[in-house]
């Protein structure tokens, strides 16, 4: 059965029209109970992606069978996605990415298959220009309208630099992960597993507390 509506499907046809290069999109299923019913649901998603648009590649891997992939993409659990395009961009989903969720995972494949990047060209050098390892995990849930901005613009810094990874959790997938992390509220962005911030923060104030976390 089709998830997305003729409207949305040529909606969505109308973005990937015309993209550059290709989009892989590793999906990393898991045999753990507790999480592998939202499997079937990820690839239903995949497919209907891929069905759009022949720029949008989909590979299946087993998070446990696989390990030796899972590794080199440090892939930390499953269920899993990584975007790349030719090579990984340190882009992440932990859980599926439904709801608002699903428009993150839309305008991530819009830039890396246009390679593009939308991020205020007064930013774009002060994030290249770090050059420490930055883990960004930003924990959402799939009814939070205030989670989207905050997962792409960890999204769009790891694009402009390869020194920043970006994963969005679901909170409610991984709840004793985010529970890990005292996670009461979301979006809440963790930086380097120590310094943390709760919001949408516009780009400029977002780079501020990534770059307060690394001197």
Do not use: W
Not at 45 to 71: G, N, Q, R, V
Not at 112 to 118: A, H, K, R, V
Not at 147 to 161: G, S, W
């Amino acid at each position: 059965m089709a998830l997305l509506s003729n409207e949305d499907r040529e909606y969505l046809k109308g973005l990937f029209t015309g993209m550059k290069r290709d989009v892989n999109i590793m999906l990393f299923t898991t045999e753990e109970k507790n999480f592998c019913s939202f499997c079937n649901d990820i690839k239903e998603i995949l497919e209907e992606l891929k069905s759009l648009s022949d720029k949008i590649k989909t590979h299946e891997y087993s998070f446990e069978k696989d390990k030796s992939i899972a590794d080199e993409y440090s892939v930390k659990r499953g269920p899993a996605l990584v975007l790349k395009a030719d090579k990984d961009l340190g882009i992440k989903y932990y859980g599926i990415p439904a709801g608002y969720e699903f428009s993150s995972l839309v305008e991530d494949i819009v830039d890396i298959g246009n390679d593009t990047i939308s991020v205020d060209e007064s930013l774009v050098e002060k994030v290249k220009s770090i050059d420490v390892p930055v883990h960004l995990q930003v924990f959402v849930t799939h009814t939070c309208p205030y989670c989207p901005p905050a997962v792409r613009t960890a999204h769009k810094f790891a694009m402009l630099n390869e020194n920043i990874k970006a994963d969005m959790i679901d909170s409610n997938t991984f709840y004793e992960y985010a529970n890990s992390y005292g996670v009461q509220g979301v979006p809440r962005v963790v930086i380097n597993e120590k310094h943390h911030f709760e919001g949408a923060l516009p780009e400029e104030e977002y780079l501020k507390q990534i770059l307060n976390a690394i001197m």
